[in-house]
């Protein structure tokens, strides 16, 4: 059964920062809800006011400028991959995108409500990690920046304090063409959470590896060189993350399939 609590919808930032500072303690924030309401009906959440965004200014916009690709807190995951923009600029948002769940869920998933519930498993988190994208935290004193290389802080837990919401996501224009692909272990065919992901990502020189469901939080790991062969690279990924078993795989699987797509990768991606 559904927990009962009062719906409140904001049209503005001053409006928003008064509602989460009014329920600082008992009120929780509405992108898509995907995670929200099932955890609501779960019982894993009991809030007294849940506080929808979607009307606020620009919540929906997803525009290119030149600063880059600016995702608005309501922006689906369908709209990135709907956007022209994103398709031919940011294809390794896209590949990333591709992955989340079936085209039913990802017509209410937002991009922002799939980074601000932080869970390890994220299947936005490694593309936003390898392409230096940026959060715009939003709150009542103004706004600030921090890139999400810092934006993850443990299991569900992220770098946003009370009162503070995600107001936007900017993927900078320095990271346009940036070639990549992802590869997520499923338990089944089609939807499903990962087991495991790994993205690999050729940007300018550098190369850049984004892991989901093997440490607390989704890894980047900017460390591999174009001189490591796959071995070396494989063993470089894998000393950065710290996979356990639970019912979806064990450890040593994680491991294994880890080192298995970043050779495969490495190859894929010229």
């Known amino acids: ?54 009307k606020l200014p620009d919540a929906s916009s997803l525009r290119l400028g030149a600063d880059g690709l600016s995702l608005g807190p309501a922006v689906t995951v369908n709209d990135i991959l709907r956007s022209k923009d994103a398709r031919e600029r940011y294809p390794v948002l896209c590949a990333c ?24 498993c994220s299947d936005m988190a490694p593309a936003l990690l390898c392409l230096d994208a940026v959060a715009v935290i939003g709150s009542g004193t103004g706004q600030r920046e921090l890139p999400f290389r810092e934006f993850f802080t443990g299991v569900k837990k992220t770098a946003l304090k009370p009162g503070e919401w995600l107001d936007r996501i900017v993927v900078p224009a320095s990271s346009a063409g940036a ?8 338990r089944i065919a089609g939807h499903d959470l990962g087991i495991v992901g790994v993205l690999f990502v050729r940007l300018g020189g550098s190369l850049r590896f984004g892991v989901s469901s093997a440490a607390p939080t989704p890894v980047l790991v900017d460390t591999v060189t174009a001189k490591d062969g796959p071995d070396q690279a494989a063993a470089t990924v894998l000393g950065s993350v710290s996979p356990i078993s639970d019912v979806r795989g064990t450890k040593e699987y994680r ?8 050779r495969r990768l490495l190859a894929e991606v010229k």
Not at 255 to 262: A, E, L, P, R, S
């Open 1 to 54: 059964m559904l927990h009962p609590f009062r719906y409140l919808a904001p049209q503005s930032a001053q409006e928003l920062a008064a509602m989460l500072a009014d329920h600082a303690s008992d009120g929780k924030i509405l992108a898509g809800g995907t995670d929200l309401i099932p955890n609501i009906r779960n019982g894993v959440f009991k809030p007294s006011v849940v506080i929808d965004v979607k």
């Open 97 to 120: 995108a591709h992955e989340l769940a079936s085209h039913q869920v990802r017509n209410r998933a937002t991009v922002a409500g799939n980074v601000v519930n932080a869970s390890p």
């Open 179 to 186: 070639r990549g692909s992802y590869l997520k272990l499923k």
């Open 255 to 262: 491991q294994h399939m880890i080192g298995v797509f970043v």
